[in-house]
């Protein structure tokens, strides 16, 4: 904006300043016509009223002008002269020493008279006065030739100066209260584009995967857009870090899980063969330890249980994506539950299909109607309701309990490995069966209330 403003100035002064020079000429010129205009009226009428015909006698016009050309001179203020038509000094007011009436006339001068019959040119003399030269052709009555009448004009520069002076005072005022106000407006305008991108650029400097603080204010519109994204991408990279870090987990589990199998299962094998053996001995020899070795294989079969549960997390297989006809496989699963206080609420009315691993599907429902029935209170076996129904583009697949409920404070926590809310497991039921419907694209949810009981939400896409 400033070099615009003081582009502007060099350009309005550059034209200004050419504008006068052409105004001054132009005023100059002027002058000349006019004073040339009345001495040649007062040199046309005299030759027309003197009687003697100078055409014929050329040399009489130094002696008819000898008195007179110094009276014209005087009385319009202009000398004047008289040069014949090969350019030779006649008369004029002024002495011919070199100076405004030379022996012989400017060549330029002569050559636009004797072409045109009168002409126009600037000569500049050693006392650095500029003159502009006019020449014309003085004719008699008859409208014959006589000479060449010179006006030596001196152009009055003190007038454009003068203006200049003024016009370029003004104008460098009227530019320096314009360019300060630039100043002003371009430094409140700078600090505020600036203040918020100095924000941005720190806030971005010192961005990490995690615990980013967003950029809050309000700022011009462009600016707000900028810091509308940098949110936008903290959010995105927050979740994508939360994201990785569960993947991360999931991957340790799995790993841990895989090498807590192999490590147990190796041993249990060849101990409950040496059990059964001993137990076998025992009875026959009616020994009383019988009953010990029978507890014994039964701590080895829970054991084994306990590394067949972390064998499938951690090798859960490739889910299949087949269409299923999804109300006769939760039938199917309820149907392994016996029992009154289990309730299958089939709300839809079409039959519903979607996209999965039929095998797996049935596991994640098991696990959570069984977590369902652990969810009461000691002794007292909980109420629990199956509704599925057709949610637009999903199958949504509630199981509800009325059971002790769990905390607000443990809903995120339940889904991951290791965590559980009973004695007796493992934690990694819910885990795994989280595992499977993200697997199918679908999505597992709880809602909970402490002593009111839990609602999971199985979503999974449903076929059109």
């Known amino acids: 904006m400033l070099g615009l403003i003081f582009l502007s100035f060099l350009m309005?002064?550059?034209?200004?300043?050419?504008?006068?020079?052409?105004?001054n000429e132009e005023y100059n010129l002027e002058r000349l016509k006019r004073k040339e205009y009345a001495i040649r009226a007062t040199i046309d009428y005299f030759i027309r009223n003197l009687g003697e015909d100078l055409y014929q006698n050329p040399e009489r016009l130094v002696e008819v002008f000898d008195d007179r050309i110094c009276e014209l001179a005087d009385i319009h203020n202009q000398d004047i002269g008289f040069y014949d038509f090969e350019g030779k000094y006649i008369i004029s007011s002024a002495a011919s020493n070199g100076g405004l009436f030379p022996p012989f006339l400017n060549s330029v001068l002569l050559g636009l008279v004797q072409q045109d019959g009168a002409g126009v040119t600037v000569e500049n003399h050693p006392n650095n006065r500029k003159y502009i030269l006019s020449g014309t052709v003085v004719t008699d009555e008859r409208n014959r030739p006589l000479a060449i009448l010179k006006f030596p004009y001196e152009t009055d520069e003190r007038f454009e100066q003068e203006e200049l002076r003024e016009f370029f005072a003004s104008l460098f005022g009227i530019f320096g209260l314009v360019f300060f106000i630039a100043v002003v407006i371009a430094l409140i305008l700078s600090n505020s584009i600036a203040r918020p991108l100095t924000i941005l650029r720190e806030k971005i400097s010192r961005t990490q995967l995690a615990n980013n603080q967003p950029i809050e204010g309000s700022f011009p519109l462009e600016i707000q857009r900028l810091a509308n994204e940098y949110n936008r991408m903290l959010k995105a990279l927050h979740d994508a870090a939360l994201e990785l870090a569960k993947k991360e987990r999931h991957s340790a589990w799995q790993d841990m899980a895989k090498q807590v199998a192999h490590e147990i299962k190796n041993p249990l094998t060849p101990m409950k063969l040496n059990l059964q053996m001993l137990e076998q001995k025992f009875r026959r020899d009616k020994n009383p330890s019988t009953e010990i070795i029978s507890g014994l294989i039964a701590q080895v079969d829970a054991m084994a249980q306990i590394a067949d549960t972390f064998s499938?997390?951690?090798?859960?297989?490739?889910?299949?994506?087949?269409?299923?006809?999804?109300?006769?496989?939760?039938?199917?699963?309820?149907?392994?539950?016996?029992?009154?206080?289990?309730?299958?609420d089939d709300r839809t009315t079409r039959d519903l299909y979607i996209k999965g691993d039929k095998e797996q599907l049935i596991r994640a429902l098991n696990n959570l109607i069984k977590n369902a029935?652990?969810?009461?209170?000691?002794?007292?076996?909980?109420?629990?309701?199956?509704?599925?129904?057709?949610?637009?583009?999903?199958?949504?697949?509630?199981i509800c309990d009325d059971g002790v409920g769990i905390p607000k404070s443990e809903h995120e926590k339940i889904f991951e490995p290791r965590f559980t809310t009973k004695s007796a497991g493992m934690g990694l039921g819910l885990s795994i069966v989280?595992?499977?419907?993200?697997?199918?694209?679908?999505?597992?949810?709880?809602?909970?209330t402490p002593g009111t009981g839990s609602v999971f939400y199985v979503h999974l896409p449903k076929l059109s």
């Open 12 to 23: 309005t002064g550059t034209i200004s300043y050419y504008f006068f020079k052409a105004e």
């Open 434 to 448: 989280k595992s499977v419907i993200e697997g199918l694209d679908g999505r597992l949810s709880l809602e909970s």
């Open 312 to 344: 499938r997390y951690a090798n859960l297989p490739d889910l299949k994506k087949d269409p299923l006809h999804i109300q006769p496989l939760i039938r199917n699963a309820c149907a392994l539950f016996h029992g009154d206080n289990l309730h299958l």
């Open 373 to 398: 029935q652990q969810a009461g209170e000691k002794g007292v076996p909980p109420n629990i309701e199956i509704i599925v129904e057709d949610a637009g583009h999903e199958v949504c697949i509630a």
